[in-house]
Nanobody, 120 residues
Framework: VQLVESGGGLVQAGGSLRLSCAAS????????MSWYRQAPGKGRELVAT????????NYAASVKGRFTISRDNAKNMAYLQMNSLKPEDTAVYYC??????????????WGQGTQVTVSS
């Protein structure tokens, strides 16, 4: 099983980045996909989630209206489009795949993370 993030980098405030997550080794279309982030000295924060078929999305209040999560089940890819970036968006961003049965997490996978740095 692999989740490989890409697309991070250094951008000025107000700019945009698109993160990608390439998945392999599991049935991608059966898993909800999420992006998390962790800033220095802080805990890991849920940024956005998209359900397995892509029919529903949820966002943290801090990114709603600026970030868009999407997926392509035919390509086993998940994305996070980040617009109007702010310095407080600086963090390592992680891709997460989760299989849920009822309220129980059946399986969960994490990527290695990609650094996003927003300069003021």
């Amino acid at each position: 099983v692999q989740l490989v993030e890409s697309g991070g980098g250094l951008v000025q405030a107000g700019g945009s980045l698109r993160l990608s997550c390439a998945a392999s080794g599991f049935t991608f279309s059966s898993y909800d996909m999420s992006w998390y982030r962790q800033a220095p000295g802080k805990g890991r924060e849920l940024v956005a989630t998209i359900t397995s078929a892509g029919g529903s999305t949820n966002y943290a209040a801090s990114v709603k209206g600026r970030f868009t999560i999407s997926r392509d089940n035919a390509k086993n890819m998940a994305y996070l489009q980040m617009n109007s970036l702010k310095p407080e968006d600086t963090a390592v961003y992680y891709c997460n795949a989760r299989s849920v049965v009822g309220s129980q997490i059946r399986e969960e996978y994490w990527g290695q993370g990609t650094q996003v740095t927003v300069s003021s």
